[in-house]
């Protein structure tokens, strides 16, 4: 399974962006699918993430600011962020694991992960 995330790029503060993640290869289903991020300096930190059957779960940082959906037959995965803020600019990775609906805060034992797509918010 390989997990391909887009949609980063540069956006003024108070702007929005959309991210998306495609799986692809042998899938019937995945279990939780998540958003984490990584800035410079930072450990990595879960933003979002939904489980197969779409409860979804926030970090206080952009939780009211963000909204995390699945697509579980396309198996995609979108976060459509909004109000962005300087302090959200980092490396954002989609992650998933392929049966367990298990989401680690800090994405130890995920079972497959994206590429990065680079976030940048100007102040």
């Known amino acids: 399974v390989q997990l391909q995330a887009s949609g980063g790029g540069l956006v003024q503060a108070g702007g929005s962006l959309r991210l998306s993640c495609a799986a692809s290869g042998i899938i019937f289903r995945l279990g939780v699918m998540g958003w984490y991020r990584q800035a410079p300096g930072n450990e990595r930190e879960l933003v979002a993430s939904?489980?197969?059957?779409?409860?979804?779960n926030y970090a206080d940082s952009v939780k009211g600011r963000s909204t995390i959906s699945r697509d579980n037959v396309k198996t995609t995965m979108y976060l459509q962020m909004s109000s962005l803020k300087p302090e959200d600019t980092a490396v954002y990775y989609c992650?998933?694991?392929?049966?367990?609906?298990?989401?680690?805060?800090?994405?130890?034992?995920?079972?497959?992960w994206g590429k990065g797509t680079q976030v940048t918010v100007s102040s």
């Open positions: 992650a998933a694991n392929r049966y367990s609906d298990y989401v680690s805060p800090m994405g130890y034992g995920m079972d497959f």
């Open positions: 939904i489980t197969s059957d779409g409860t979804t």
